[in-house]
Antibody, heavy 127, light 107 residues
């Protein structure tokens, strides 16, 4: 059974660093990409970045300067770290599994879809 | 960045009705579009991927279609449990972008 669970601090002070852990079960991090998405009152759902099955990362430029995604495959954990937090970063942070999908229209295409999500970690940025 | 303009922002319909939600992409995204349903306090759930493919375990009353850069989610024979907020997501180019959401309520 595929499961994902985010754990985070709940409350973070402005200018501090946010650290959230996503612990997964039922699949291997070396076989799937893992995404991070957040949901804030101001901007709704926003894609933040991902880590590939091979360990390389890609980020939304909106967050690139202050976001880091890493993992520990031995512990089935993916990590999000974001520094210089502001009150606008208050929201719910989700990790999601990215499954490859294949599409044929005369040519073969491969893409990805976030098919399983964690429950989310609620984060409040406030002093 | 690709903008996804979703409409309507909210919708009220009766059980057994047919409803349609649309997302207009600001440029060509091919079939790289997914639809999600989110219920209060829950994470988004995948409904449709590749614009028209039904996700595992999703009832067949949900369907997706594409006409150029406009994408539609249709719910046939609306059920009480279909209330929630629906989002589209383009996966054509970085950054992946979501629509603003459609809140569906039942009368």
């Amino acid at each position: 059974q595929v499961q994902l669970k985010e754990t985070g601090p709940g409350l973070v002070q402005p200018t501090q660093t946010l650290s959230i852990t996503c612990t997964v079960s039922g699949f291997s991090l070396t076989s799937y990409y893992m995404q991070w998405v957040r949901q804030t009152p101001g901007k709704g759902l926003e894609w933040m970045g991902f880590i590939r099955s091979g360990g390389s990362t890609e980020y939304n430029s909106e967050f690139k300067s202050r976001l880091s995604i890493s993992r520990d495959t031995s512990k089935n954990q993916v990590f999000l770290k974001m520094n210089s937090l502001k009150t606008e970063d208050t929201g719910v942070y989700y990790c999601a599994r990215d499954r490859p999908i294949y599409y044929y229209d005369g040519y073969y295409h491969v893409g990805y879809v976030m098919d399983a999500w964690g429950q989310g970690a609620s984060v409040t940025v406030s002093s | 960045d690709i903008q996804m303009t979703q409409s309507p922002a909210s919708l009220s319909a009766s059980p057994e009705e047919i409803v349609t939600i649309t997302c207009q992409a600001s440029q060509d995204i091919g079939n790289w579009l997914a639809w999600y349903q989110q219920k209060p306090g829950k994470s988004p759930q995948l409904l449709i991927y590749s614009a028209t493919s039904l996700a595992d375990g999703i009832p067949s009353r949900f369907s997706g279609s594409r006409s150029g850069t406009q994408y539609s989610l249709k719910i046939s024979r609306l059920q009480v449990e279909d209330t929630g907020i629906y989002y589209c997501l383009q996966r054509y180019s970085n950054p992946w972008t979501f629509g603003g959401g459609t809140k569906l309520e039942l009368k």
